[in-house]
């Protein structure tokens, strides 16, 4: 049997945004000095006041969200979002406690967890894998704020000087808010808080990158719902309408392949598609399709951005 075309490559990108992200502050990449009102970019220090790297830093940030929304739709949500990671992650080893259907977050219809598994041995588990997750990820938010030397003097707790004192119990807060999100809110924040979220149903189109059932092969689906079972946010991938939480994760397809190599019958009746038609099921296509939906218009705006932002860190003194 062939490896899931997705899931693994998903994971690869889930757990190398992650590193990323904590490298980027952690080697200098970028880091917001708030003593002295700066940013520390490239080992470069740029005061607030430097308009063009400011402004062209705005315009990167409100530009690009829209240019994903037209292209790839919510491959951010479904392979990069750390928000959508660690969820995953924490409904995973829920299901894997405390059973398959159990649902323990704030979105749920109520705390089921199944009988065999409703034992105190698994809920410490859960809930110590929870601690731990949280005082890790609770230090990431201050290395882009302080040196990682500096922030392991903060939580090494053997300093008595006051802004030690108030960094840790900062970290103990932050990691409190972490430790929510990770055992109850999970999905919710994505459905109802998330600005990129509600981005995507103002700019996202029928033109961006989707999950496609092929209707034209009906006649091959054993309506079995393994695709809707395997589905992260729980929807019926048959029947995708532009506003649902589809997040672009590809595991339905990598389900729906498999039940039908199983049966001989080839390829899953669900791929990835641009708009309605049928495209080449390669990178270069996949990127070919991507530049004939480019809205150059916010293009332009995201490439004068990045000039600016450009000139904002080189510029002579």
């Given at each position: 049997?062939?490896?899931?075309?997705?899931?693994?490559?998903?994971?690869?990108?889930?757990?190398?945004?992650?590193?990323?992200?904590?490298?980027?502050?952690?080697?200098?990449?970028?880091?917001?000095?708030?003593?002295?009102?700066?940013?520390?970019?490239?080992?470069?220090?740029?005061?607030?006041?430097?308009?063009?790297?400011?402004?062209?830093?705005?315009?990167?940030i409100a530009t690009a969200p829209i240019i994903?929304?037209?292209?790839?739709?919510?491959?951010?949500?479904?392979?990069?979002?750390?928000?959508?990671?660690?969820?995953?992650?924490?409904?995973?080893?829920?299901?894997?406690?405390?059973?398959?259907?159990?649902?323990?977050?704030?979105?749920?219809?109520?705390?089921?967890?199944?009988?065999?598994?409703?034992?105190?041995?698994?809920?410490?588990?859960?809930?110590?894998?929870?601690?731990?997750?949280?005082?890790?990820?609770?230090?990431?938010?201050?290395?882009?704020?302080?040196?990682?030397?500096?922030?392991?003097?903060?939580?090494?707790?053997?300093?008595?000087?006051?802004?030690?004192?108030?960094?840790?119990?900062?970290?103990?807060?932050?990691?409190?808010?972490?430790?929510?999100?990770?055992?109850v809110i999970r999905y919710f924040w994505c459905?109802?808080?998330?600005?990129?979220?509600?981005?995507?149903?103002?700019?996202?189109?029928?033109?961006?990158?989707?999950?496609?059932?092929?209707?034209?092969?009906?006649?091959?689906?054993?309506?079995?719902?393994?695709?809707?079972?395997?589905?992260?946010?729980?929807?019926?991938?048959?029947?995708?309408?532009?506003?649902?939480?589809?997040?672009?994760?590809?595991?339905?397809?990598?389900?729906?392949?498999?039940?039908?190599?199983?049966?001989?019958?080839?390829?899953?009746?669900?791929?990835?598609?641009?708009?309605?038609?049928?495209?080449?099921?390669?990178?270069?296509?996949?990127?070919?399709?991507?530049?004939?939906?480019?809205?150059?218009?916010?293009?332009?705006?995201?490439?004068?951005?990045?000039?600016?932002?450009?000139?904002?860190?080189?510029?002579?003194?």
């Amino acid at each position: 049997m062939q490896q899931p075309k997705y899931h693994w490559k998903r994971r690869a990108v889930q757990i190398a945004t992650i590193i990323l992200i904590v490298l980027i502050p952690a080697t200098g990449l970028f880091r917001i000095d708030l003593t002295t009102a700066s940013f520390m970019v490239l080992g470069r220090q740029l005061w607030w006041s430097n308009i063009f790297f400011v402004f062209g830093l705005g315009i990167m940030i409100a530009t690009a969200p829209i240019i994903t929304y037209m292209t790839i739709g919510t491959v951010w949500c479904g392979w990069s979002c750390p928000q959508n990671t660690v969820s995953e992650w924490a409904n995973n080893l829920t299901h894997r406690l405390l059973g398959k259907r159990a649902n323990v977050d704030i979105d749920s219809e109520g705390l089921k967890v199944a009988a065999a598994k409703n034992k105190a041995f698994n809920w410490i588990i859960l809930v110590l894998s929870f601690i731990a997750a949280s005082l890790l990820l609770g230090v990431i938010p201050f290395l882009f704020f302080y040196s990682p030397g500096e922030v392991w003097s903060f939580f090494t707790f053997g300093s008595a000087s006051k802004i030690s004192r108030f960094m840790q119990q900062l970290y103990i807060v932050v990691a409190i808010l972490v430790f929510l999100d990770i055992a109850v809110i999970r999905y919710f924040w994505c459905d109802y808080i998330c600005l990129y979220r509600i981005g995507q149903r103002i700019f996202r189109t029928k033109d961006a990158l989707h999950v496609k059932y092929d209707s034209g092969r009906s006649s091959e689906c054993a309506k079995c719902n393994y695709c809707a079972t395997t589905c992260i946010t729980g929807i019926d991938p048959t029947n995708l309408k532009i506003d649902d939480s589809c997040i672009n994760c590809g595991e339905c397809i990598d389900a729906c392949n498999r039940l039908h190599e199983m049966k001989g019958g080839g390829h899953g009746l669900l791929q990835f598609r641009f708009s309605e038609e049928r495209h080449a099921d390669t990178l270069r296509g996949y990127l070919g399709e991507m530049a004939s939906r480019f809205n150059w218009w916010v293009g332009s705006i995201f490439l004068i951005g990045c000039l600016m932002f450009l000139w904002g860190i080189f510029k002579p003194a």
